[in-house]
Nanobody
Framework: QVQLVESGGGLVQAGGSLRLSCAASGRIASRYGSGWFRQAPGREREFVAA????????YYKDSVKGRFTISRDNAKNTVYLEMNSLKPEDTAVYYC????????????????????WGQGTQVTVSS
């Protein structure tokens, strides 16, 4: 009964910032890799960022490098995605995901390798 709950989405102007949170509850492993994915209407879900279970490794989609930062607080079972310099093309539903059955290395961009998913939070960037 693991649950991942995203929050922090909203409507912002281009150039603005948002911080998304993903809180995990239930019988999730104490250490797990995490990722953020997004899906725009009519588009396929795409990888955005990932972070290793210990937080020592991070991975980003090229288009968000330098703008987005993924982090985690394992004591709170929470993963964050700080988004800066937002662009209209960042508009999408953002989903967090957890991978508890292995390491992220080499698989961080693969949605199907994640075990649990949140319900998504809408991010809309206006211009």
């Amino acid at each position: 009964q693991v649950q991942l709950v995203e929050s922090g989405g909203g409507l912002v102007q281009a150039g603005g910032s948002l911080r998304l949170s993903c809180a995990a509850s239930g019988r999730i492993a104490s250490r797990y890799g995490s990722g953020w994915f997004r899906q725009a209407p009519g588009r396929e879900r795409e990888f955005v960022a990932a972070i290793s279970r210990g937080g020592g490794s991070t991975y980003y989609k090229d288009s968000v490098k330098g703008r987005f930062t993924i982090s985690r607080d394992n004591a709170k079972n929470t993963v964050y995605l700080e988004m800066n310099s937002l662009k209209p093309e960042d508009t999408a539903v953002y989903y967090c995901a957890a991978k508890t059955n292995g390491y992220l290395s080499g698989t961080y961009y693969r949605a199907w390798d994640y075990d649990y998913w949140g319900q998504g939070t809408q991010v809309t960037v206006s211009s």
